[in-house]
């Protein structure tokens, strides 16, 4: 089985990247922000592996695990927050949130 | 005992900060006790040191104590260091023996008062700032002292915050004498520039050096010292403030603005004499202002109706007498007229405090009336201050004083004789005013009720002081009576020997002015007591010859135009400017604070695209 190329592998991660940006550029559901914010974390989780295997290295993959680790905690954290601002606006667009403004 | 002299300074300021930081936390009478013990046992310290420099004087007349070395920067070394000769003795004796006397009626005095330990706190300051000054070795020391007098005396006048009127009597004698002291400070500059040091002693010795007689340093320097000394002393043109420091507390009154503070003008002249006597024309100076100011402080005097008014008045026409005195280069006699004045005057003002204690702080004489009878112990000293200050022959501390200033005018050539002319008329103008207030208010219809009793700490002090104004005088008398010279002999070290009338018509025509005062003032207001009509002559000495008026035309009223009209020149605008773009920026910057979250992540992806970017064209 041959290893998938570099560039190919990169160019996945960057395309995913750039998919999960969008995502949280464009929606404005603060659900779907964080998931478009899950897609970007794994498209960095896949540039690791794919490094760590064209260098044939464990760190890559470790990296991701760390990525993984965070992801989850990132998670549970955002979920609080965004049931707790459900309950504020009763909804779950985030431009309607703006109590910080200067 | 030379070596516990740093402690004669020290006391007072640790009662000070004693009182200070037990603020609210120390009963009245410990506050009481540290306030007036701490200047009594300094008092004894004093005494004690005196008595042995009396008994065995020091090699050349003076005791220094090095206390530390302040500071040495570009060849001048100021260390603060306390120097006891002859001239500083007499002045550490009257500050902290007065100064202890008074500090004990006004714990009886103040008693009930809102503030009480802040007084005392002040008060305490005060003497150890007095001390400083008198005992410090080199000019620094002694303006430390002068400055700190200065803030004592403004904090003292507007003791009594409550009312807008004392705080600005206390503001208006902070300024004026801040022109005085400004002159001062250019004096020392100039002194320590031109001769290479502070110390007071090493700085007269390289003036007589360096400097010969007239040359126009010499004289610069002698005129702005002058400055320092007129406006501390409350003499012509810088004497508005005095009478209107009478706001402070009567106790105040008595021991900054009559005994001590007011006459650290005539200590300074008489310190630096030798610079004086290198500077005929400031020292004539001198002279004039000591006339024509007791002239007028005492023509306005004549047309006071409040009882500390008039001792203001009386004040700043004595300390005229002293300036007369060290015009005419009789500085013994300056310094004998200084003792005695302290005595007296700190009398006068005490007793004039226990008259009003007892009538509910009325001040106003055509309210008092008949006070003889139903305050003995107040009306007895008054007398005797009033006999004092008007140089009752013989009898009095105050006669022999006059007459050595007097006889050294007599004796100082044609120009002596003019000033002795107006010293003689003042003598007149004394026994009549000062004996206006005794007949009006001692005398005649009772119109006030009085109450109370005193208690000792009144009693005491006003004892000690009437036997002081009376036997004062004899350590100094003149040739006619038995020619004591304890006081000449003590200075003759620090100051040049007194020139004396030889002849006796002078001491006579004056003592004779002084009686005559005193009868028209019993011819006149014996009877009647009856507030004195308003004529303009009137009201022109009530306003003190107008200076308040003309320096609010001349001054106080441009200065205050200027500043309301410059409020919004050029050098504001750029102020203006800077004030404005950064609120600009503001209002521009402030939009990108939108709250929004994708917004800023925006910003966030656009930011690194663009560093990364940058990264990878470079």
Redesign the interface.
Known sequence: MTAIPLDQGLGLAAALFALG?AG??VR?NLLF?LMSLEVMLNAAGVAFVVAGARWAAADGQIMFILVLTFAASEVSVGLALILLMHRRNSTLD??A?????? | MHELLWLVPTLPLLGSVILMLGAGRLSIRAEAAAGALSVGFAAVIAFTIAGGFLLSPPAGAAYEQTLWRWFDVGGLSVTIGLRLDPLSLVMMLVITGVGFLIHLFATEFMEGEEGYGRFFAYLNLFVAAMLLLVLGDNFLTLYTGWEGVGLCSYLLIGFWWRDPANGLAARKAFIVTRIGDTALLIGLLLIASRLGTLNIAGAMHNAAQSWPAGSPLATLAAFLLLGGAVGKSAQLPLQTWLPDAMAGPTPVSALIHAATMVTAGVYLIARTHALFLLAPAAQYTVGGIGAATLLLAGFSALAQNDIKRILAYSTMSQIGYMFLALGVGAWGAAMFHLLTHAFFKALLFLSAGAVTMRLHHEQDIFKMGGLARRLPVAFWSFLIGSAALAALPLVTAGFYSKEAILSGAWADGSSGRVLWAAGVFGAFITGLYIFRAVFIAFFGEAHTEVSGRYGWRVILPLTVLSVLSVLGGLIELPPAFGHVTLLSNLLAPVLPATKEAASVVPLLVASLAGLLGIGLAAVLYWRPARPPAETPLWRFWHAAAGFDWLYGRLLVRPVLWAAREGADDVIDSVYDAIAWTARTLHEQVRRTQSGRVRFYTAGLAIGSISLIAIAMIR
């Not at chain 1, 949130?97 to 200067?102: E, F, K, T, V």
């Open positions: 940006l949280v550029l404005r922000m985030a431009d949130s703006y109590h910080l403004r200067g």
